[in-house]
C-alpha cells in the first residue's frame, strides 16, 4: 500500500517498510568527516555493520569521505535510491525532501527537529512533508527521530552513537520499537548489556508518513522477533494497533508496552514531546489488553519482563517457587510477592518431602524455600531442590536468590543452581542480592549462555514474574472462554445531546435492562393516575434534555404515597425547577413507582474519539465520586468473564454477601453490562450512557436501573 491511498485505508491497513528496514541502497545526505556529526556517525555505523549494499553520499563542500565519493546535490543522486538519510538543518529538510521526491527515492529518514513539536510554524512544515510523501508515495521516518537499525540484515540508518553489533541467535529475539529516539537508545543499550538477543532498534519520532503500527506490523511477520517492547506516547491508529495485537497474539508473540499518561501532568507534556495528544490512559489500558498486550509501568519492567519472555516463549499460568539461601529474604519475598500479585503455591507433598530430605532436620521445606547457610557446604542443595521444585506441577516459574559473598562464592552458587535451570523450559531466573557487591564476570557469562536472565534486585525479578503469570492466565482463559458479548440491533435515534432520562430508559428497556413502572405525566391528574395504576409509594422527576442533573435544582422528589401528596409533589417540583432554571419547559414529569432497597452500582459507557466504546463498571450512587471504585472493560466480553471482573472490585465483598448479607445477582449485573456494551456497539451515535444507580438485588432477584442518562452525537 502507498502513502496516496485514501486516509482511511491508511488508518486499517499498515504500509510496508522494506525499504527502511531492508534497503538495497543508501544515500547520505549532509555527510561529514566530523567525527560526532550526524553525517558521520551514519557513515561509520554502516561500516562497522559491513553494510552490503550500495552508499551514496552527498556533501556540499567535500568531494569524498572516507575515501568515499560525494555528489554535492540531491539531484545529483541515482533515480530510485532505496532509503535517503537526511542530515540536515530543520530549515532545509521540506526541500530536500521535495528533492527525494523527484529522484524517486523510495524512503527518507529525517533526524532534524523543529516540527510539529514545536509550535504552529513547525506543523505547517510537517504538513508540507506529509503532502509531499502522499503524493510521490515516498515513504518518511520521523522527523524528530534517531532512526532505526535491523541488526538482522545489518542495517543501521542511524546517527544514535555506540552503536553495537548484537548477536543474532537461532531463538527469535527482541525487537525494541519507540517514538522517542533517546529512549530507543537507552532500551537498546540495556538490553545488549543484558545479553538479550535484539533484531531491531527502532524510532519513529513524529509519524509524519510511517507510524508506530507500520513498524510493528513487519515485526509481526519477522522470523526472527519474538518479542516487541514498545515505549508510545501516541497510538495514531487505534483500530489497526488493535489488529495488529490480536495477530501477535495468534502467532505467539508478546507486545510489551510502555505508554505514559497516567497522569494529567504526563498528558500534558506528550504534546511538546512529539507534537500529540495522549490518549485516555484507561481507555487504551482496557482495550489492549483485552488483545493482551502487556502494560507495564516503569522501563526497568519494560526491560525485565521482555527479558523474561524472549528467554521463555511460554509465559506460566501458575505461580512462582523461590529459592533462597536467606531466611530474611524468606520474609521479605512473602511480602512483596502478595504486592505484586505473585501467586506463591503450596508445593505438592512429594516435592516438600523431597526437600526437606536433603535439608538440615530443623527446616521445613514451605514456599519461598530457604535451604539455608548449610549450602554453603553443600552446593547440592541448591541443584536438587531447584530440580525438585521444577518438577512439581503446581510450580510455573522458579526465582533462586542468593547472598553474593564475594565474586567466587556467587560463581559458585550460580554453577551448582545451572544444572538444574538452564535445562528448564518453565521461566527460570538466578538472583544475586546486594546490588553493589561485585559479582564474577565469569557467572554473568555463563547464565548468558544458557539464556537465564539474571538479576542483582530479587524485588525486579519477582515483580517481572507476576506480571508474565498474569499474562499467560489471560492467554489461557481466551482460548477457553468462547461465550459471545450481547447483540443488540441498532435502533433509529433522535438528534444529538442528552436524552431525557424517559427517552434513554426506553431504549434501555427496549434491550432487556430493567427499569421501573412508570410513565410521563403532563398534568397533575395524569400523574395522579399513573401513581394509582403503578401503585404508591412514587417518585416524581422532572424531565428535559436540558436537566441531566435533576436532583440539584429539586427536580426529583420521592417517597410520594398518597394522591394528596402528589399534588404537592407536583406543585413543589414545579416550582423548583422554575426558581433555578426559569428558561426551561420540561417535557413532562416521570411518575416512576420506588424501588426496593439493594446495592446501589453504576454501569456506564463512553466512545473514545479515536478508540471506541469502553464500558465501566463499579460502586455507584454517591459513593462513585468518593471511592472511585470502578473498573473499565472491552464492549464485547461475555457475561461471565464480565462477572470475573466485577469480582475484582475493592468493594466485591458487598457484591458476595458481606456480614450475613445475602450475595447479590452478579449474573444479573453483568447482563447488564453486556447489554450496555452491546448497545454501544451497535449504535455508533450513541456517545455516553450512564445508570447511576443500578440496584442490585440478591442473588437471583435481578437489577433495576433507576437513574439513566443517554447522550447521542450528531455521527
Given at each position: 500500500m502507498s502513502l496516496n491511498e485514501s486516509a482511511n485505508e491508511y488508518k486499517l491497513k499498515p504500509l510496508s517498510v522494506e525499504k527502511l528496514l531492508r534497503p538495497k541502497s543508501i544515500a547520505i545526505v549532509g555527510v561529514s568527516s566530523t567525527p560526532g556529526s550526524p553525517g558521520s556517525s551514519v557513515l561509520s555505523n554502516l561500516e562497522l555493520f559491513q553494510y552490503d549494499g550500495d552508499i551514496h553520499l552527498v556533501s556540499r563542500n567535500r568531494r569524498e569521505v572516507n575515501g568515499r565519493p560525494c555528489v554535492p546535490n540531491i539531484d545529483d543522486l541515482p533515480k530510485g535510491?532505496?532509503?535517503?538519510?537526511?542530515?540536515?538543518?530543520?530549515?532545509?529538510?521540506?526541500?530536500?525532501?521535495?528533492?527525494?521526491?523527484?529522484?524517486?527515492?523510495?524512503?527518507?529518514?529525517?533526524?532534524?527537529?523543529?516540527?510539529?513539536?514545536?509550535?504552529?510554524?513547525?506543523?505547517?512544515?510537517?504538513?508540507?512533508?506529509?503532502?509531499?510523501?502522499?503524493?510521490s508515495g515516498m515513504l518518511v521516518a520521523g522527523p524528530n527521530c534517531m532512526g532505526l537499525t535491523n541488526f538482522v540484515d545489518r542495517v543501521p540508518l542511524t546517527f544514535a552513537p555506540g552503536l553495537k553489533l548484537s548477536p543474532i541467535g537461532e531463538k527469535p529475539g527482541l525487537s525494541v520499537l519507540t517514538q522517542s529516539g533517546g529512549m530507543m537508545s537507552a532500551l537498546r543499550e540495556t538490553s545488549q548489556s543484558r545479553g538479550i538477543s535484539l533484531t531491531h532498534a527502532i524510532s519513529t519520532g513524529n509519524e509524519a508518513g510511517v507510524g508506530i503500527e507500520d513498524y510493528l506490523a513487519y515485526l509481526i511477520d519477522d522470523e526472527k522477533t519474538r518479542v516487541v517492547a514498545m515505549y508510545v506516547e501516541h497510538i495514531r491508529r487505534p483500530q489497526l494497533f488493535l489488529k495488529l495485537a490480536a495477530q501477535a497474539r495468534e502467532k505467539g508473540k508478546s507486545i510489551v508496552?510502555?505508554?505514559p499518561g497516567r497522569s494529567e501532568a504526563s498528558r500534558e507534556a506528550a504534546q511538546s514531546h512529539t507534537g500529540s495528544l495522549a490518549g485516555d490512559y484507561s481507555v487504551i489500558k482496557t482495550l489492549l489488553e483485552h488483545e493482551h498486550v502487556i502494560m507495564v509501568q516503569t522501563m526497568e519492567e519494560l526491560v525485565d519482563v521482555s527479558w523474561f519472555l524472549v528467554s521463555f516463549p511460554n509465559a506460566p499460568e501458575k505461580g512462582a517457587a523461590i529459592l533462597t539461601d536467606s531466611g530474611a529474604f524468606k520474609g521479605?519475598?512473602?511480602?512483596?510477592?502478595?504486592?505484586?500479585?505473585?501467586?506463591?503455591?503450596?508445593?505438592?507433598?512429594?516435592?516438600?518431602?523431597?526437600i526437606e530430605h536433603i535439608l538440615p532436620e530443623f527446616t521445613v521445606a514451605t514456599n519461598p524455600v530457604d535451604i539455608t547457610a548449610q549450602a554453603l557446604t553443600d552446593p547440592n542443595l541448591y541443584t536438587a531442590s531447584a530440580e525438585a521444585l521444577l518438577k512439581d506441577p503446581a510450580i510455573g516459574s522458579l526465582l533462586i536468590t542468593v547472598l553474593p559473598g564475594s565474586p567466587k562464592v556467587g560463581l559458585a552458587k550460580g554453577r551448582a543452581a545451572l544444572p538444574a535451570i538452564s535445562k528448564s523450559e518453565k521461566p527460570v531466573a538466578f538472583s544475586l542480592m546486594g546490588e553493589g557487591a561485585p559479582i564474577s564476570d565469569e557467572l554473568v557469562a555463563e547464565m548468558r549462555e544458557h539464556g537465564i536472565p539474571l538479576f542483582r534486585s530479587p524485588e525486579r525479578a519477582i515483580r517481572a514474574l507476576a506480571i508474565i503469570t498474569k499474562y499467560g492466565r489471560a492467554l489461557a482463559k481466551s482460548k477457553h472462554n468462547r461465550q459471545q458479548p450481547a447483540e443488540v440491533k441498532p435502533i433509529p435515534l433522535p438528534g444529538k445531546g442528552v436524552l431525557p432520562e424517559y427517552m434513554g430508559k426506553k431504549y434501555l428497556s427496549d434491550i432487556g435492562i430493567p427499569t421501573p413502572a412508570g410513565e410521563l405525566a403532563r398534568e397533575v391528574e395524569d400523574a395522579v393516575g399513573i401513581a394509582q395504576r403503578i401503585g404508591y409509594p412514587v417518585v416524581l422527576k422532572i424531565q428535559s434534555s436540558e436537566l441531566a442533573h435533576k436532583s440539584d435544582i429539586g427536580g426529583v422528589i420521592v417517597g410520594i404515597s398518597n394522591d394528596s401528596d402528589m399534588r404537592e409533589a407536583w406543585t413543589r417540583l414545579h416550582s423548583n425547577v422554575q426558581h433555578a432554571r426559569p428558561d426551561v419547559v420540561p417535557d413532562g414529569v416521570l411518575v416512576e413507582k420506588m424501588g426496593d432497597k439493594g446495592i446501589e452500582m453504576v454501569v456506564g459507557a463512553r466512545r473514545d474519539p479515536e478508540w471506541g466504546p469502553i464500558v465501566m463498571v463499579g460502586l455507584g450512587g454517591i459513593y462513585i465520586e468518593i471511592l472511585k471504585d470502578v473498573c473499565f472493560l472491552p464492549p464485547n466480553l461475555g457475561e461471565d468473564a464480565i462477572a470475573e471482573k466485577i469480582l475484582t472490585l475493592q468493594t466485591a465483598a458487598l457484591l458476595r454477601g458481606a456480614r450475613g448479607a445475602e450475595p447479590a445477582d452478579v449474573k444479573a449485573l453483568a447482563k447488564v453490562v453486556s447489554l450496555v456494551g452491546g448497545f454501544m456497539n451497535a449504535n455508533p451515535k450513541i456517545s455516553e450512557i450512564d445508570i447511576n444507580p443500578l440496584i442490585v438485588?440478591?442473588?437471583?432477584?435481578?437489577?433495576?436501573?433507576?437513574?439513566?442518562?443517554?447522550?447521542?452525537?450528531?455521527?
Open positions: 535510491v532505496d532509503a535517503v538519510v537526511l542530515c540536515v538543518p530543520q530549515t532545509a529538510v521540506v526541500e530536500s525532501v521535495r528533492a527525494c521526491a523527484r529522484r524517486e527515492a523510495g524512503a527518507v529518514v529525517i533526524f532534524a527537529a523543529g516540527f510539529a513539536e514545536a509550535g504552529e510554524e513547525g506543523r505547517a512544515a510537517q504538513q508540507q512533508i506529509v503532502e509531499i510523501a502522499r503524493e508496552l510502555l505508554h521479605l519475598a512473602l511480602d512483596f510477592s502478595q504486592d505484586v500479585g505473585l501467586e506463591l503455591p503450596v508445593m505438592s507433598e512429594a516435592t516438600r518431602e523431597a438485588f440478591p442473588e437471583g432477584k435481578g437489577v433495576l436501573a433507576l437513574d439513566a442518562l443517554v447522550v447521542v452525537s450528531e455521527s
